[in-house]
Every structure is written in C-alpha cells, then in structure tokens.
C-alpha cells in the first residue's frame, strides 16, 4: 500500500511538473492556430456589490463584465510579468520631454455595443468621472490620478493628458483594469447607470446576470479588433464554496477558476484529470504583512519590531508552507521576476532575509533584551478570518516568534471587525494584507507612507524621509534612478525602521482544462480578464 | 415524579426518592439500560482525557515538526499528523479538554438559567408569566446563528465568549421545557398548601418545585451537552469560534483538513468521529435517562 | 375559541414588535461598518471622502432614532428596503433564493417524518429488544453528526465511488424536475436525517404511551400488527407533540441551515443571512430576521390552534 502510495504521489509531483513544463512550452508556441467557436465555461467566488468598476474594487466586478468593457490601455495579455502597457482602444501614444503631457491616438471603428462610435469624448467623459467625479460619485481609485490636471479631447481620436507632475507611473495607472470606457452620452444623463446598468464595448456584449447564479456574455460582431474574440460566448458561474469551484473544474463543468486554487486543489484536480489539465502558476501581487501598532508599547520601540521579522525563517516558510497554502516566494516589496523587483544579493541583507536563521534569530534575542520585552512575552496577534492562507499564515507566524520566547496570542476575527480594530489602532499586533491590481512601485508601496497621507497606514507611524522617497520614485522618469529610490525605500521599511513587514508572497495556482488556449497567468487576478485572445481546443 | 401522589405533603417528595444508596441506582441503571451506561462510560473517559491530558498526550499539541507534514498514521504518530507536522492524536486529546468544558459550562448555564427563569415564571403567573414569555418567545425566533455572531462581534472570539455565545440561544429553549413542567405542578394542592401556610416564594420555587423538574432539567441537560459541542464545531467551522493554534475539534475539521480530505483523510476523519463519538455518548446517557425517570415508560 | 383566536393573533404583534426592536439595534452595536468593508481589504486607496458619501447614499449619517422610523415605516407597509449591499430591493433578493430555501425545508422535512414515525413505531413495538436498540443507535447518530462533515463526505463519496457531481446551478422543480431532484436530494438527507432523530425519539414514547392504555394491553388479539390498528386512534392525539416538533423544526429549516447550504453550495436563505451580517448590510440583514421571526411565529400560532381546537374546552368556548 505504501509503494502504492509513493509511487502514485510520485506520478503526480512528475505529472505536475510535466504540466508546468507544458504550459511554459504554451505560452511560447503561437504556431497553433485559433480554433472559433465554443462557450468558455468559469467559476467566480463572489458578487460585486454594483456594475460600476470605478467604484469597485473588488475581482469579483472585473471577472465577469471585464470582457464586455475596452479600457484606454491594458496590460499585455502575453506577458508572464504583467506589467507591460500596450493599447487596447489606444493605437499609440507620446510622451512630451518634459513627462507632463501624454498624447494618445484612438483606433477608428470602435463602436458600443448600442452602435454608437466610441470617440475621444468617451474616454474624455471616463476618466473626468475618475479623477474629479462629482459630489455624489465614489471614485475608488481617485488618489491615484491626483498627478491629473486636465484631461482633453482635441479630436475624435485624440486625447491628451496634461498633468501637473512627471508622474513615472501614469501609463500604469492608465492601464487599470478597472477603468472601463463609458459612454459619455450617458454619464451626461446620468453619473450613476453604470452602478445598476451595462453598456461596453468589449469583444462580447452582455447576455445577463442571474443574481447568485451566473453572468453569460457573447461575441461582440463588431469588435474593432477583426478575427477576434475566437469564443462563441463565455459564462461565469457564481460558485461561493472553494469545494465546489474545485469540484466544477474537476469535474469538467468549467473550465477554468480565474483567481487561484490551493497546492492540494490543484493536486486533486491534477490527480483527477491527469493530460486533460494544464497548471500555470505564478507569484502573485498579493501579500501578507504584519503590522505593528506604533502607538502601543513595545511596538513604539524600533528594535522589538525588527525581533518580530528576524524570528522569522522565511526559506523553510517558504518550502513548507507552499505545500498547504497559496504563498510561496520570499520577495521585497515588489514581486520577485517584475522590473523594480530586490535582486537576491541585496534581500539577504534585509533584516529576517538572511540565510543564517540561528544567527537571526540570536540577534533577535537580543534586541529584545535591550528593549526591555520580557521572556515569554504575550501579545495579541488580530488576523482576519479568511481560511486561506490567513489562518496557516497565522499558525507559522505563532509558531515561528515563540522560538525567540514570545507567546502570540492569535485571534481570528470577522472581516469588518478586524477592519474596524485596524483602522482605530484597536490591536497590537495584526495580519495585514495588500493586493494590488497591477506590479508597480506606486501601487505597492503606496500604503506604507505616513499616516495622514497614506488612508490605509495602520501602523499609525509618521515617517517624512519614507514619504519623500515615495515622492521621489514616483516622479522619477529614468528606470535606474527609480530603481534607487525604490530600493531605499525597501531598505527604510523594512530593516532600518522595521514599520512593517512581508510574510511570504502569495503564489496563483491556476489549474484549468487543458482546452483552453491564449491566456496566459500574471501576477494580478485583476489583468488579463478580457478574453478577447482565449480559445478552446477541440 | 410526583404527579400521581397529590396526596402527599410537599416537603415529603424529594426526600423519598433520596433514601435509595446511589449506588444501587447506578447499578440497576447499568443492568437496564446497558445503551445509557455505555453512554456514560464513555463520557467519563472523555472528561478524564480531558483532565489528564498533559499526561496521556504523546506530544506538545502545538509543536510543529515541518520535516512531517500530513503524515500517515504510524507508529511515531498513532493518528497522523496535520498540514504543519502537528500530531493529531495529542490535539484530540487536548481538544477534549475544550469540548468537555464549553460542553459543561454552556449546557449548565443554558440549562440552569433556563430552568429558574421557566420555573420563576410558571410560579408567579399572570402578567409576569406572559411577559417572561413574550420575551422568551423574541429570543426564540431569532436564529441561532444570529445571536451567536452578534455576541461574538461585540466580545471578540476566545473561549469564554463562545460560551457566552452559545448558552445564550438554549436559554429560552431551556425556559419553555422548564416551564410547562413547573406549571403542572403549580396546579397541585400541596403547593397551594404551601402557600396558604405563608412559605416564602423563594422557599416554595427551590424547596418544592425545582426538584419536581429535575427529571426534565438532568435529561436537558445531557441534551444540551452534546449541542453545545456541536454548536462549538459548527460556529468554528465558521470561523466564529476558538482561534487556531488551540486545540479544538472544531478547528481541526476546518482549512487544511477539508483541503487535504482526500490525500490525508486522517485529519478529517479523526476529529470528526472524536465529535460524534462524544455526542452520541451524551445522547445515548441522556435517552436512556429519560426513559429511566419517566415512569411512563417503564417496562412492567 | 374566536377569542381564542384573536387574542392569539394579537400576542405576535409585540413579539415581532420586540424582534424587530433587538435586532435593528444589536446590528448597530456590533463593531464594523459595511462601508469601510466596501472599500477597503483588496486594492487599497480606500479615502474617507468616499466613504463619507457612501454612508450619505445608505441614510447611515442620519441620527438613530431617524433611521429606525424610517424603516419601521417601510415595514408596516411590507417594504422591506434595498439592500446595502448589493442596492438591490431586498424582496428580490429573497425572493431568488426562497423557492430553494423552501423547497429544501419541505424535502428534509419529508425525509424526517418517512424516517421517524415508521422507525418510532417498530422501536415502541419491540421495545427494548435489538431493534429498538438498533433504532435508538442510529438516531442518536444522526443528531451527533457535524452536518458539515456529512456534508463534505456525502461529496467526497459521490465523487470518487460514482464520479459523478451533483448540479451546481439550481433549478426550478416546474422547469426541471429530474434536475432539481438531483441537486437537493443530497442536502434534504443529510439534514432530514438529522431532524428525524428527535421526531423518532417523539414517537417512540408516544407510541409507548399509547400501547400502555388498558384496552390495548388487554386486548384478546396479541399480535402486534393487531395492536397497531387498535391504537390508531389513540395515536393520532399521541403523534400531537411529535407533530409540533416537526413543525418548530420546519419553521427553522427556513433561514437556519447555513453549514449545510456552505458545504453543498446552495444559492440559499442561510447563505444569505451569513453574508448579510458578515456584511453588515443592516436593511437585509433586519428584513431577514424578521422573515424567519414571522415565520416561526405563524406556525408556534398554527400549531397552538391545533391544540386548541383539539381540546375541547377551548375549541366550545
């Protein structure tokens, strides 16, 4: 029974890795040829609370209606990193010299699923909804686009942006996937429609929504981009329970979940289907932080914080922990393979990346010790209750600073309380987390600068040179100099001050059937979702 | 119970039920019912466990071993391990520990709670009576789960709250049962006696009709026992309950041993069984308990 | 037994009255905020403008008092309000996951009674031999099962001895049937074998009581089958009690089978309540509370009417 068991095991691990190998071999084979035809089947784990994404942030809007929607850039949907900016409604664009005018050209033929033209005017009305929406309209990501003075549309293919700063990062922020093109005729009419109604110009046109049941799409005839999409339609189940979306896809019901499954989903549904599946997996842009209150006592004190991430041995995290939940690498502060990610040499030398747990974990003792933090020390650690990877995190966190004689106390809370006990500096220590829709410096370490700037800072720090550095990244326009402030910045955070830290980085596990073509996995289960380029096999 | 001798004085009743050696009980109830002594058996090697288990344990319920994880049962690890290399046996074994103290404490605080409120009420009668269960009947129609989640917000989790959380729903329930016996025996003639001789309320309800609703309470209790465990697994299943990394039934058929319920079923199956094991126990003691103080139901 | 009636019906106003009262300020003493967890876990840049005129849209920054009448007034008028949440009337959204929640109700509770009062009956005839034994053993065991943990092993073995899933979508019976059936048979056994346990222990001592009865006992035919129809009468005011237990249960089914409905993945009312108070969406979860107070109130009325009607000195009064 036993060599049974291992052999089996073992044709999985080598299943699994045949799978990886294949999908790599994938993403570079675009000999194959588009097959047309076929309704793509998938599974989304909840419901936006309204249709309008510049109010939304949650990937539970853009996965559905994403397909339905143009946006003015996107991210390549070829690109493993998901941080290249290409056009979507945009033919091309010019930057000024001096990085504060941005002119873009529209491509012609790009018409709403209504008939209409979609002209300058259009993205011109979408994004003064963005950045200077009216009174009563929420702009969820408006503070991103401060950099923004005016945005103007001189003809029917041309918009520009004059900005009042270099800002480094615009075409990012311009590549959202949450800034669908809404018709400006009907924002004239009325700013809230899109909350309750749908009206896009995407590669499919909206069927319907079944509240609690599914959200069906088909193929956009007119479509600016001629020969796509490849799908008849698509359909997206709303399936709440992990279970059951694991089920679905395993039992051939759906083809693909598009935000992450568990190492041991993807295992059962690998050991189920065997060569009718193909995995991809990445590191995600999602991350578990601790957060210290820098209000409370010892958490006041720079070297009692710096103990907590030096407890920490993060290469056994890693390798252990990657086998039961959704993290795996070991990264700075931004995700390890993008642009402005820590090269290995310099990690090693922040304080809890160091190779030499012992010696870590000695100097932790020590720094303890000076700062008066008694042995057996207990202190509350308030993590939201989310079964994945919240509790396991929570676990291995427990587990790993009663090694320098500290006791966690761990209290798993509900989601709304834990927000509202973060928020009003309720707690000691806590499990903070920090998702963003794309990898880029401004995204990323945004909510790090001081409280009072930063609206979701619960460290509740004030720290001006921190602050300046974000300023400085974000305007810088030359890659390298960039690169420097990002660094110093990481450098800041994470070792000289110790105000917050990473745990480990999530990792997307995407099992799905291995007839599904042309998508390729990113970092953000936000990009990558409108489904213009997918195809099913035979 | 006392309901076919009206004749006797009031205080005569419990003292002539007291006089048997309890041991003579115990041991006709073993012959008799021999479901309800299993019932109990088992329940008392539960609560042993549960006192001794820094003793019985095989190892720390919170060490780690990651060089171990989701091992199968062996003869290191008699049940297995979980995803972080935990042995599952030790953590049944302190799990009991938790379950048989959220069991006690809930059951006896719903149970007695209930009980003096239902008796208190059926007592008085007239408007305090109706509105006690007016107030009985709001809390009732509120779901179980709603009363839990709230106080688990307002308190915070931990185990104490938990408690709270779950003896507060079986209150009511606890009342209505308490009640309907309480008012059958408000209606006999030695209560009245008792009162036309100027007794104080507080002598009457304890002296004379509590122990007249001990039938109903002891076999509400053993009742609620093994709800309460229930409860405890159910709420955190739901995240609602005890925290991670303390052992806790519950807890442990939640996150990784649901993931892994195929690859290592050990995780799930042990709980579990541990869970149904202990209220089936609770059941089986306080059905054939019932059926022993119920002379209804006595074979002739 | 008029009176009866209408002194009845008037006691449920201040229980719901009370209901309403609790649960409209329990929800607001409860830390959290359904606007902060609008805008705030994923994708950050939550700034407090917008959260100022969300609670602006929802009526949140109006005084207390204002907002309980308010919705006191749409309640008297039957309208329930939207939902915070999702802006959409809250009778819609019950109204999508009602059919289902009723349906199950109804099924597990068809399961309960085919199971206990066949199962009680031969417990009470043969009581104390192994059948009764037997009986009693198993439907202890149905109340001291997790129902998640039924639930996960009820898939886990559907899916690898028969490879085969029960459907993920729900539809309607009329549009359906076979796979309709499909999707909640699973369900309705797992929780009607739970509520049959306390329904077979019911009529177990009823039928045992019932046997007790001197013209049963010494009657000349001796066999049991004989027994049994000579009792059926007698029964029928003995199956009261099992009957309204059924029936309380019944009114709980409707709202209350929230692990059941996680674990089978059910569009159903349980689910609904859960994200509504992890939400707190205050107008739905209210509406809700208030649906399945109403609920257990009108048939704690029905089956009190049963009773009464039975007992004849209500029922001439």
Known sequence: MTAVRARSSMLRAVLAGLMLVLSAAQGADAQERPRYGGELVYVVPTE???????????????????????????????????????????????IAKDGRTYTFKLRRGVKFHDGSDLTS??????????????????????????????????DPTTVVFRLKWPAASLTTALASPFNWIYKADILAKDMHWYE??????????????????????????????????????????????????????????????????????????????????????SPWDCVLLVGMNHEKKPWDDKRARKALTLALDRYQGSQALSKIAVVKSVGGVQVPGTPYATPPAELEKLAGYSHDIAKSRAEARRLLKEAGVPESFSFSL?????????????????????????????????????????????????????????????????????MGISGNNYGRYVDKPLDDLYQKQSRALDAEERRKYVRDFERRLLDEEAHYFYTLQWHRIIPHSAKLRGWTVTPSHFVNNQLDGVWLAE | MAIGRPAEAAAEIPETTQRRPWLAVVGEFCRKRPLGAIGAAVVVVNILVGIGANVIAPYDPL?????????????????????????????????????????????????????????????????????????????????????????????????????????????????????SSALAIREMPYVDAARAAGFRHRRIILRHMLPNVMAPYLIMLTAYLGQAILAEASLTFLGLGVSEPTPAWGLMLRGAAVQFAEAAPWMAIFPGLAISLAVFAFNLFGDSLRDALDPRLRVQ | MITYIIKRLLLMIPTLLGVAVIIFFLMRIVPGDIVELRFAGESAY?????????????????????????WMGGLVRFDFGTSMWTGAP???????????????????????????????????????????????????????????????????????????????????????????????IWPALA?????????????????????????????????????????????????????????????????????????????GLGMLFVEAVGHRDYTLTQALVMLVAFVFIVVNFLVDLAYAWLDPRIRFR
């Open chain 1, 48 to 94: 936006p609370a309204s249709y309008d994404a510049h109010r939304e942030g949650t990937f539970a809007l853009i996965h559905p209606l994403a397909p339905v929607y143009s946006t003015l850039l996107r991210f390549d949907p070829t690109d493993r990193t998901g941080t290249k900016v290409v056009g979507d409604i945009a033919e091309s664009w010019t």
């Open chain 1, 121 to 154: 005017k259009d993205v011109k009305a979408t994004y003064d909804k963005i950045v200077n929406p009216p009174a009563d309209v929420v702009s969820f990501r408006k503070g991103q686009y401060t950099a923004i003075e005016v945005v103007e549309a001189p």
């Open chain 1, 196 to 281: 309750t109604h749908v009206m896009g110009s995407g590669a499919f046109v909206f069927v319907e929504h079944v509240k609690g049941a599914y959200w069906a799409g088909k193929k956009n005839p007119n479509y600016w981009d001629k020969g796509k999409p490849y799908l008849d339609s698509y359909r997206a189940l709303v399936v709440k329970d992990p279970n059951a979306q694991v089920a679905a896809v395993r039992a051939e019901r759906a083809h693909v979940q598009f935000r992450g499954f568990t190492p041991a989903e993807r295992d059962s549904i690998v050991q189920a289907l065997g060569p009718k599946v193909t995995v991809q997996e």
């Open chain 1, 382 to 450: 308030k993590n939201r209750n989310v079964p994945m990877p919240y509790e396991p995190m929570a676990i291995w966190l427990v587990d790993q600073w009663r090694q320098i004689g500290l006791q966690a106390r761990h209290e798993f809370i509900e989601s709304t309380k834990w927000e509202a006990d973060l928020r009003d500096g309720n707690y000691e220590v806590a499990v903070d987390t920090q998702c963003s829709y794309a990898v880029d410096p401004d995204l990323d370490l945004y909510k790090f600068q001081s």
């Open chain 2, 63 to 179: 060490a780690t071993d990651y060089g171990a994880m989701l091992a199968r049962p062996s003869a290191a690890h008699w049940l297995g391990t979980d995803a972080f290399g935990r042995d599952v046996l030790s953590r049944i074994i302190y799990g009991s520990r938790t379950a048989m103290l959220v069991g006690f404490a809930c059951a006896f605080l719903g149970a007695t709670i209930g009980a003096v409120i239902g008796v208190t009420s059926a007592y008085f009668a007239g408007k305090v009576d109706l509105l006690v269960q007016r107030v009985m009947d709001i809390f009732l129609a509120f779901p179980l789960i709603i009363l839990a989640l709230a106080v688990v917000s307002i308190l915070g989790t931990g185990i104490v709250n938990v408690i709270v959380a779950i003896a507060i729903p079986m209150i009511p329930r606890a009342a209505l049962v308490s009640r």
């Open chain 3, 46 to 70: 939550a700034q407090k403008e917008n959260l100022d005129k969300e609670r602006a849209r929802l009526g949140l920054d109006k005084p207390i008092w204002s907002q309980f009448l308010t």
């Open chain 3, 90 to 184: 809250i009778s819609e959204e019950i109204r999508l996951r009602f059919a289902l929640s009723l349906q199950l109700a109804i099924m597990a509770t068809i399961v309960a009674i085919l199971l206990a009062i066949p199962l009680g009956v031969i417990a009470a005839l043969r009581q104390d031999t192994w059948i009764d034994y037997a009986v009693r053993v198993i439907s202890i065991a149905g109340l001291a099962t997790p129902s998640f943990w039924l639930g996960i092993v009820f898939i886990l073995g559907l899916l690898i001895i028969f490879k085969w899933l029960p459907p993920m979508v729900y539809t309607p019976f009329w549009v359906n049937p076979v796979q309709n059936l499909a999707q909640l």
């Open chain 3, 191 to 267: 929780v009607g074998y739970r509520y049959s346990a306390v329904a077979t222990r019911m009529t177990r001592s009823a039928m045992l009581e019932v046997l007790r009865e001197d013209y049963i006992r010494t009657a000349r035919a001796k066999g049991l089958w004989e027994k049994l129809i000579l009792s059926r009468h007698a029964l029928k005011n003995a199956m009261l009690p099992v009957l309204t237990v059924i029936a309380l249960e019944f009114a709980f089914l409707i709202g209350g089978l929230v692990v059941t409905e996680q674990v089978f993945n059910l569009n």
